[in-house]
């Protein structure tokens, strides 16, 4: 557990389960018993690890017999994850949900490391010297029509 945080320890658990089944149903309260945390830090940790971007869905239902359901998305093939991606990404998006993307592709065997440190570099903010919603645009664009030439990729 050196250099991890309680968050990294967290995301860690709910990833080994998720190895083992295709979902977990959890409740905020018990999770944060086990890690002797406040039920914030697993909303922090569902909500910042466990997002689309990162290739998963979460439901969850309030009240007494409340839960917290996390979905790891199965996809059919490469090119299914692509467009699903490119559906996502919608019209803009942040740096940061972009490296989360590519983070997932890379974790995904989609692309490879080289590949994913090109197109980090052209997600940078850096890159874009213009008011944050026409970045968010452009950066939008550039992605989806990276994912769209992933699609049409000859074999190596």
Same mark, same amino acid.
Request: proline share 1%; aromatic share 6%; hydrophobic share 40%.
């Given at each position: ?30 999770? @944060?018993?086990?890690?002797?945390c406040v039920p914030s830090q697993i909303n922090y940790v ?45 019209? @803009? ?20 490391r080289n590949e994913a440190q090109i197109m980090a570099a ?6 874009y010297p213009v008011e944050p919603k026409l970045e968010k ?5 550039? *992605?989806?029509?990276? *994912? ?9």
């Open positions: 557990m050196d250099n991890q945080n309680l968050s990294d320890i967290i995301e860690a658990y709910l990833k080994k389960v998720l190895k083992q089944q295709e979902q977990v149903e959890i409740r905020r309260s018990e999770i @944060a018993d086990l890690f002797n569902i909500n910042t690890r466990f997002t689309i971007q990162h290739g998963y869905l979460v439901e969850s239902k309030r009240g007494g017999g409340g839960y917290i359901r996390i979905i790891k998305v199965q996809l059919l093939d490469d090119i299914e994850k692509l467009e699903t991606l490119i559906e996502i990404i919608g019209n @803009a998006i942040t740096e940061k949900d972009a490296f989360s993307i590519l983070n997932t592709l890379f974790e995904e065997n989609i692309i490879s052209a997600m940078e903010k850096s890159v645009l452009l950066r939008a664009n550039i *992605l989806k029509n990276m *994912l769209l030439n992933l699609k049409y990729e000859s074999p190596r």
